[in-house]
């Protein structure tokens, strides 16, 4: 398989969408989660809770089965060249355990986002790097003068132009770019508008990594 781990600053941040899966049915599994990892790219997932324990899972957890969130952490340790992780919060409440896995873990390298309003606020008092979301029906981010970064979303259309990643990055924010084909859009047209961008502040979320990785270097 060919290698795409790329060197700091020489592209923009690769977000495999719930790790990087050939299948839809290897989304948020193991397999999915070492292929991003092995590669050197960072993933989107999902962190729930279940009697009481962190899991990752998109919907509601059932069963035994579903991938604790120490176990996926412990994955992303495995593997030198793991990229950034984004947290997407789907329970409210969680900021003491997640902090907790993650001291245990040592990762730092992570953001959350997409958690409640009220539940933001606990993660900025705590000290969580935490992204707000912009996009067609949250006009106005919420807490963005307190935000480290966007989660800059596009459900419907392709809006999300150059100028407007610009503004973000000029007052101080990180931009993470949801691909559009996690809305079942082809994403040629959105990619060309953002072909240029490159480093650190920039990130891309994505379901198909390789291509992105391609495509920016």
Known sequence: ??????????S???LAHRGWWHDPAEKNTETAFR???EHGFGV?????????ILKIAHDMPVGDAVMHFDTFLDLHKAYDRSGTIALNIK?????????KSLDRARITDLFCFDMAVPDALGYLRAGFQTYT????????????????GVWLDAFFGDWITRDIIDDHLAAGKKVALVSPELHGRDPAQAWA?????????????????????EYWT
């Open 133 to 148: 979301r912009h996009s067609e029906i949250e006009t106005v981010p919420s807490f963005y003068d307190k935000a480290d």
């Open 193 to 213: 508008l953002w072909r240029g961008l490159t480093g650190e502040n920039v990130a891309i979320c994505t379901d198909m990594p390789d291509r992105a990785a």
């Open 12 to 14: 923009m941040k690769i």
């Open 1 to 10: 398989m060919k290698s795409f781990m790329l060197s700091k600053n020489e």
């Open 35 to 37: 292929r991003a990892f």
């Open 44 to 52: 989107e997932t999902d962190v729930r809770d279940q009697n009481g």
């Open 91 to 99: 329970a409210d409440g969680l900021q003491a355990e997640v902090r």
